[in-house]
């Protein structure tokens, strides 16, 4: 039975903007009853897990990085200052009244120096050289993780207080339980004593449970939580507020003034997205929210009067269309060819075998009679074990890495005709060489193969072809 409430998670860049999240989310010009029956999960603020892990697009070590690397270069306490500083500034940025900030800070310095005292054994235990803490140190990055949901759940809540919302911190990072359970349980069990008709929980996005969220989901941990959430509590809707619409492209890339706001879409294409890298939602938490026909919208935070665009299961655009164009920069097109492939079996198993063992996100494949292409989202070092191993399992074969881009037209359905010829037109107008292209039977993407540098002309030719040229600027609002 579905409820009568909502599950919206607020992501990090959202977060940092605290006066916009109150005005536009968490309040929004709403008073009594209607502030009620909406559960908020919330990312640490932004660049807090930077600090805490390591950076995500740079690698500059955080606490964990610092401490694990144990080189001397970066003293993990200092790396565990500067988040206390960066969590004491953040808290100075965002309370008025003094109490409630003395509060706040308070429950972050007891949490650094939880972790401090916790690292400090750990240090101790090292410096025998006897003892190998491969083990305890994924303890410690999950722990690290779920420090930045739990300041960012623990403040907002006593923002929320301070300005008359009944609102609920719940913390599901604790490690302290001698035995962990597993993440359903450990949701019904903190969410079971509220009333969501009278309360308003602000639950942390990292929660401490079996098997690790960090160790599962990497980064993606906070959406599969919100969509546990969802799923468990039956909600009528899940909702996602980022810092920008789900356009359809990059606005930085084709223009402001030309990408659209999808409005509508289907899992299918969500799926398609995060297999590119897109942040529209974990592959795994959509998953969930599919399969329990719980729509998913996408908001953006700093455009309050926009509903958005809505994600459900069944979704098939009225006629068809690209929705949005969009790729991956950089992949790497691992070549697998062996004259002796043709009607023999084994080659493709072992080549997934490798890809597997080395951690290589396969994002696209082909194949024909003696050739088999991977396009792996991984860095060159992976690729470059992936092949050693591979040579050495088959020395007879020719096996060849090289980097391109891949850029990919997605649609819940573009049977339209004589769409790959005008994509094609597109490009060569543009001055593009076609590397490659994969059009599959389903309808729902084209993906075409280029060098690395022609990344930026081909999105921008083929959404000019595809979109604006085919009246979609018509039926939407630019994308903020």
Same mark, same amino acid.
């Given at each position: ?10 992501? +990090? ?19 009594g ?18 600090l ?10 955080g606490?964990?990085?610092?401490? @694990? ?14 988040? $206390? ?16 900030? =003395?509060e ?6 007891g949490?650094?120096e ?5 690292? &400090? ?12 803490l ?8 999950e722990?690290?993780? +779920? ?7 623990? %403040?907002? @809540? ?8 009944n609102?609920?911190f ?17 949701i019904?069990? !903190? ?29 993606g ?6 969509? /546990? ?5 039956q ?9 920008f619409?789900l356009?359809?492209?990059?606005? /930085? ?6 990408? $659209? ?6 899992? &299918?294409?969500? &799926? ?13 938490a ?29 979704y098939?655009?009225e ?29 493709? @198993?072992?080549?997934?075998? =490798?890809?597997?063992?080395? +951690? ?25 074990r ?8 088959f ?5 060849? %890495?090289?980097?391109? !881009? ?5 649609? %819940? ?9 005008? !994509?094609?037109?597109?490009?060569d ?9 994969q ?11 280029v060098d ?12 000019a ?14 994308? @903020?």
């Amino acid at each position: 039975m579905t409820g009568k409430h909502s599950v919206e998670k607020i992501g +990090g860049t959202s977060m940092a903007a605290t006066a916009t999240v109150f005005d536009n989310v968490l309040i929004a010009g709403r008073s009594g009853a209607d502030l009620y029956n909406r559960i908020f999960v919330v990312s640490a603020y932004a660049g807090m897990t930077d600090l805490l892990l390591e950076h995500k697009k740079t690698g500059v070590p955080g606490v964990y990085a610092s401490f @694990a690397l144990n080189d001397g270069d970066r003293c993990w306490r200092d790396a565990l200052e500067d988040v $206390r500083a960066a969590m004491i500034r953040r808290n100075a940025e965002m309370f008025v009244r003094a109490d409630s900030r =003395a509060e706040c800070d308070r429950f972050v310095e007891g949490r650094i120096e939880g972790l401090r005292a916790c690292l &400090d054994d750990l240090d101790r235990l090292r410096a025998h050289g006897r003892f190998c803490l491969k083990e305890q140190l994924i303890t410690v990055r999950e722990m690290l993780a +779920g420090l930045g949901e739990a300041h960012s759940a623990h %403040s907002t @809540a006593l923002l929320l207080r301070d300005r008359g919302v009944n609102a609920v911190f719940v913390d599901l990072t604790v490690w302290t339980h001698e035995s962990l359970d597993t993440l359903d349980t450990r949701i019904r069990d !903190a969410l079971a004593p509220i009333d969501l008709a009278t309360q308003m929980p602000i639950v942390t996005g990292y929660a401490g449970c079996e098997g690790g969220m960090v160790r599962r989901y990497a980064r993606g941990y906070s959406e599969m939580t919100f969509s /546990r959430i969802a799923v468990l509590t039956q909600a009528r809707e899940a909702i996602i507020h980022k810092e920008f619409h789900l356009s359809s492209a990059d606005p /930085r890339l084709v223009g402001e003034d030309r990408a $659209r706001k999808i409005g509508r879409t289907s899992y &299918d294409v969500a &799926d398609q997205l995060a297999n590119l890298g897109m942040e529209a939602i974990h592959p795994r938490a959509g998953r969930g929210l599919r399969q329990a026909e719980i729509p998913l919208r996408v908001r953006n935070t700093f455009d309050r009067l926009d509903p958005g665009t809505l994600i459900s299961g069944d979704y098939v655009t009225e006629k068809p269309r690209i929705e949005i164009v969009t790729g991956l920069r950089t992949v790497h097109a691992l070549q697998f060819f062996d004259q002796d492939m043709v009607g023999e079996k084994g080659f493709d @198993a072992a080549i997934l075998d =490798a890809l597997t063992r080395h +951690g290589a996100w396969i994002v696209s494949k082909s194949s024909n009679a003696n050739t088999i292409t991977h396009y792996l989202a991984t860095d060159a070092a992976t690729v470059g074990r992936v092949i050693a191993d591979l040579e050495s399992a088959f020395p007879a074969s020719a096996i060849s %890495s090289h980097p391109v !881009a891949i850029v990919s037209v997605i649609g %819940s359905d573009i049977s339209e005709p004589g769409l790959v010829p005008r !994509a094609l037109l597109a490009l060569d107008e543009a001055g593009i060489t076609m590397i490659a292209m994969q059009h599959q039977i389903r309808n729902v993407d084209v993906q075409f193969i280029v060098d690395c540098d022609a990344f930026d002309a081909a999105i921008c030719a083929l959404h000019a072809a595809l979109v604006e040229g085919a009246g979609a600027a018509k039926s939407g609002r630019a994308a @903020a």
